[in-house]
């Protein structure tokens, strides 16, 4: 079974910094790699797929990168409505998640 | 507007059963795989099941295989989870999710979840 391993598992930030999360593989996934925002109570919502691509409707200030075994989810000014918990997802065996990053406000 | 609408959750004893279901609407529901992602309180996400558009691909997890059922109407617009044994740690929100029909897919929209209790 393929692992995920997010850091930090929390992250305090304020309004307009650069935020990155790491994901590591613990093999080889190629770009089959997403990653999900999930606010308390809600759904998880899908912001980048295949490692780098951007889903519809999602500010561009989110961006994905990397392949193989290390990717990262930048946001590149950190807004309000972004303090949530991120997840990001390996689909390229199965599907597994990371155990989440929290970013809180500082 | 695709939606997704998960029903069927609730409290059940350990060693009982319960049926999940998921209504889709705003989309054209034979062409898209579909999954159960479920999140214990406080925790993470955990992929449970996967079917494929026209149920001739199945997959679960290890923690639930056996023990739950994966099933889809399309005539109906529904997906299905019956769960068989349950056990305290099954204790989640269940979520429906829609993938794309391949095997290799994300999950692009997330209906609101289901709450499962078991407890005696």
């Known amino acids: 079974d393929i692992q995920m391993t997010q850091s930090p598992s929390t992250l305090s930030a304020s309004v307009g910094d650069r935020v990155t999360i790491t994901c590591r593989a613990s093999?080889?996934?190629?770009?089959?790699l997403a990653w999900y925002q999930q606010k308390p109570g809600k759904a998880p919502k899908l912001l980048i797929y295949?490692?780098?691509s951007l889903e519809s409707g999602v500010p561009s200030r989110f961006s994905g990168s990397g392949s193989g075994t290390e990717f990262t989810l930048t946001i590149s000014s950190l807004q309000p409505d972004d303090f949530a918990t991120y997840y990001c997802?390996?689909?390229?065996?199965?599907?597994?998640f990371g155990q989440g990053t929290k970013v809180e406000i500082k | 507007e695709v939606q997704l609408v998960e029903s069927g959750g609730g409290l059940v004893q350990p060693g009982g059963s319960l049926r999940l279901s998921c209504a889709a609407s705003?989309?054209?529901?034979?062409?898209?795989?579909m999954n159960w992602v479920r999140q214990a309180p406080g925790k993470g996400l955990e992929w449970v099941s996967y079917?494929?558009?026209?149920?001739?691909?199945?997959y679960y997890a290890d923690s639930v295989k056996g023990r739950f059922t994966i099933s889809r109407d399309n005539a109906k617009n529904s997906l299905y989870l019956q769960m068989n044994s349950l056990r305290d740690e099954d204790t989640a929100v269940y979520y429906c999710?829609?993938?794309?029909?391949?095997?290799?897919?994300?999950?692009?929209?997330w209906g609101q979840g289901t709450l499962v209790t078991v407890s005696s």
């Open positions: 997802q390996q689909y390229n065996s199965s599907w597994t």
């Open positions: 093999q080889s996934i190629s770009s089959w």
């Open positions: 999710a829609r993938g794309q029909n391949t095997v290799t897919t994300d999950f692009d929209y």
């Open positions: 079917i494929s558009s026209s149920s001739s691909t199945i």
């Open positions: 705003g989309f054209t529901f034979s062409s898209y795989s």
């Open positions: 295949k490692a780098s």
